[in-house]
């Protein structure tokens, strides 16, 4: 117990640390903008106590919880792919039950790249380290989701001539909608193939 | 003179087909309705087309003719009535054989990139059937556009991506054909063109057919039958001179 309370309390104080560094740089860069007459003292005061507040409390979040067991990481994983899905599906209005859509394609492409990273070792089952790269997994995941929907309903809407004429013609709506989710699938897969190219070279978090 | 055989003829086909117009109703809708939101589209509307007739839609812009229309193949859905083709509810067919049997011609062709007979090939495909580069030539030569086949789509005029359009239609081999003003979006000139080869096709087929217009003087020409819209509204129906004899 008392460990747990020494960790927490090196958790917290390196966090309030690190929130201390960050505050201090917006207020370099806040008064450079005064220098040249550029105002966003407003903003950026909101701005940095809504992140002062946020960092605070994920940390303690995660001081708490990363000392957790492997289904506590899964619950957490679950949680920002549910979280993840709400974002994405706002891309997608007029597509029928978009959250669930969203839910199952970043669980599947996420989730299938976790456990095969978990089966082959490259990372461990430590929820300190799992969490972290779960996250930036399931972030990819939803950024190509949220990018193929987008994409998609928007190939649709150009194209609804073209997709009725087929449906008339007797084709079933699956076939008739195909080269707009294989433009779809592509266009979203683009910028992480492109990262995959400069793999090494060029480090880009989306 | 050569407009005086073209009525001389639009005459005759009307006269054969007003013979073969008793032979039983091909399509028929009861209480038709369709409502989007508050807006209501279609609203009850009851009409027979029987096999072999002609029978024009006409009204107002916003009347409902385009929504109507696309109630008869499914492609919307109704939100109340039926719709009966040779008299069997048509939701007990798929609707890729539904929409296979009853054909439909838009007012834009809408064709896919490609060939020429890639686009005439595309119904048959879908069923897992490939067109004969015989039965595509055929077809083509039918709509007047011999030796097309490997022109690319993007290249043809207004006219003939229409004609292709109608070949595409044709290749399924409809029962029933919908056009929705197949010839509203072209000059005057390819307009009347492409009404001559569709009047053709109907008299050769002896086709069921309902054709939207907004051209009274076209509805004339074509029809036996015109019924009138107004806010989707069954307005009018009958005999198409005496229906349009004000318009």
């Avoid at chain 1, 995941?141 to 004429?165: K, P, S, T, W």
């Avoid at chain 2, 049997?101 to 490939?130: C, E, H, K, S």
């Avoid at chain 2, 993007?154 to 004609?163: D, H, I, K, P, V």
């Avoid at chain 2, 080869?197 to 029809?223: F, G, K, P, Y």
Wanted: charged residues 20%; contains cysteine; neutral net charge.
């Amino acid at each position: 117990m008392s460990e747990l309370l020494s960790i927490w309390n090196h958790q917290v104080i390196l966090g309030i640390v690190q929130a201390a560094a960050a505050v201090a740089l917006c207020l370099a860069v806040v008064f450079m903008c005064r220098r040249f007459a550029v105002h966003v003292e407003r903003e950026a005061a909101l701005s940095l106590a809504r992140g002062f507040v946020q960092m605070v409390a994920v940390g303690v979040l995660l001081a708490a919880l990363l000392h957790g067991s492997l289904p506590i990481a899964v619950c957490i994983l679950v949680g920002m792919t549910f979280a993840a899905a709400v974002t994405a599906a706002r891309r997608a209005p007029g597509i029928s039950r978009p959250r669930l859509l969203s839910f199952c394609a970043i669980a599947a492409g996420g989730g299938v790249a976790i456990a095969v990273m978990l089966a082959s070792g490259t990372v461990t089952s430590d929820l300190i380290i799992l969490v972290p790269v779960g996250s930036m997994i399931i972030a990819n995941a939803m950024n190509a989701c949220a990018q193929a929907m987008e994409r998609f309903r928007a190939d649709v809407l150009a194209h609804v001539g073209q997709i009725e004429a087929g449906l008339s013609l007797g084709a079933d709506p699956a076939t008739t909608v195909a080269p707009y989710v294989q433009s779809a699938v592509y266009a979203s897969l683009l910028p992480r193939l492109d990262m995959l190219k400069s793999l090494g070279f060029v480090w880009n978090q989306e | 003179m050569v407009k005086d055989l073209q009525e001389i003829r639009h005459l005759e086909n009307r006269d054969q087909l007003n013979g073969s117009a008793s032979q039983g109703a091909a399509l028929e809708s009861e209480h038709l309705s369709r409502v989007v939101g508050e807006k209501i589209l279609v609203n009850e509307i009851s009409v027979q087309v029987q096999v072999g007739e002609v029978l024009a839609v006409v009204g107002p812009s916003g009347s409902g003719k385009t929504s109507f229309l696309r109630l008869l193949n499914r492609l919307d859905e109704p939100t109340g009535g039926i719709v009966r083709f040779n008299g069997r509810d048509y939701r007990e067919l798929a609707p890729p054989e539904l929409r296979r049997r009853i054909g439909m011609v838009m007012q834009a062709a809408f064709l896919f990139p490609g060939t020429v007979a890639d686009n005439v090939a595309y119904g048959p495909r879908q069923r897992g059937q490939a067109l004969a580069a015989e039965q595509i030539a055929v077809l083509l030569q039918r709509v007047g556009l011999p030796g097309y086949q490997e022109r690319d789509v993007s290249n043809l005029s207004g006219g003939e991506a229409q004609r292709v359009s109608i070949a595409r239609t044709l290749a399924n081999d409809p029962e029933i054909l919908l056009l929705d003003e197949p010839t509203s979006a072209l000059d005057e000139d390819s307009a009347r063109k492409v009404e001559d080869l569709v009047l053709d096709i109907i008299r050769e087929r002896r086709m069921t057919c309902v054709i939207v217009t907004h051209n009274a003087a076209q509805a004339r020409r074509v029809a036996h039958r015109a019924m009138v819209l107004k806010a989707g509204k069954l307005a009018a129906i009958g005999p198409t001179d005496e229906v349009l004899q004000d318009v």
